[in-house]
């Protein structure tokens, strides 16, 4: 399949547990969507292009070696690909505050925030956000904050899709997800592009019909 024919392209801002499996999944139950995984470690990307994957997980070098080349990709060019991109899936770290208020409990947003702030500069046209992390609610809040305040005239639609896999099971989790996605933005009610964005997210699982409403 070239490139033009791919119906979406999905990206994935990191390539750590969460970003790499997800859309090894993704890319192998939806063949018509190009999925790519960006990541500022160049290693890191090398290594997904390796047998020697940078992570382990039962089950999960078969699934990248089976659409490896094919509509699954890796590259450290996070700007061009996030101009390319229908839907971005956004999986850094958001790990524990070491220093100042909340130190050792609270969470550090600064690599998501600053992720927020690379997509819109790299941004030429409106987007599906999909943030997945431990943290769903307070981090969706802080990208729907930075994205939507943009001087670009970019609209983007922000929806929360928690991370739940377990290690050791990572696969089976993919293939069994227990969890929709949920919608950030907005006031309560849905609107017609929050809907067709849920929808669209959703429709990258076959089984699933359903999303909140």
Not at 82 to 99: C, G, H, L, Q
Not at 124 to 131: C, G, L, P, Q, R
Not at 161 to 190: Q, T, V, Y
Request: glycine letters at 6%.
């Amino acid at each position: 399949m070239s490139e033009k024919e791919f119906k979406k392209r999905i990206l994935c801002i990191g390539a750590g547990y969460v970003g790499g499996p997800t859309m090894a999944m993704i890319a192998a139950k939806c063949p018509q969507y190009e999925v790519t995984i960006v990541d500022i470690n160049a290693d890191r990307i090398d290594a997904w292009q390796t047998d020697d994957l940078p992570i382990y997980e039962p089950g999960l070098l078969e699934v990248v070696k089976q659409v490896r080349g094919k509509n699954l990709f890796f590259s450290t060019e996070i700007d061009e690909n996030i101009k390319k991109a229908d839907i971005i899936f956004v999986s850094v770290n958001t790990p524990t505050k070491t220093y100042g208020e909340g130190a050792g409990k609270a969470s550090d947003l600064q690599f998501l925030e600053k992720t927020a702030r690379n997509i819109i500069s790299a941004a030429e046209s409106d987007k599906i956000i999909v943030e997945k992390s431990t943290l769903p609610v307070r981090t969706a809040h802080a990208m729907e904050r930075i994205l939507n305040t943009n001087d670009k005239n970019i609209h983007f639609d922000i929806l929360s899709n928690p991370e739940f896999l377990a290690e050791g099971s990572a696969i089976a989790d993919l293939e069994n997800p227990d969890r929709d996605p949920n919608r950030i933005s907005g006031n309560g009610k849905w609107n017609k592009s929050q809907k067709r964005s849920c929808g669209n997210l959703c429709q990258l699982d076959p089984e699933r019909k359903n999303y909140h409403q």
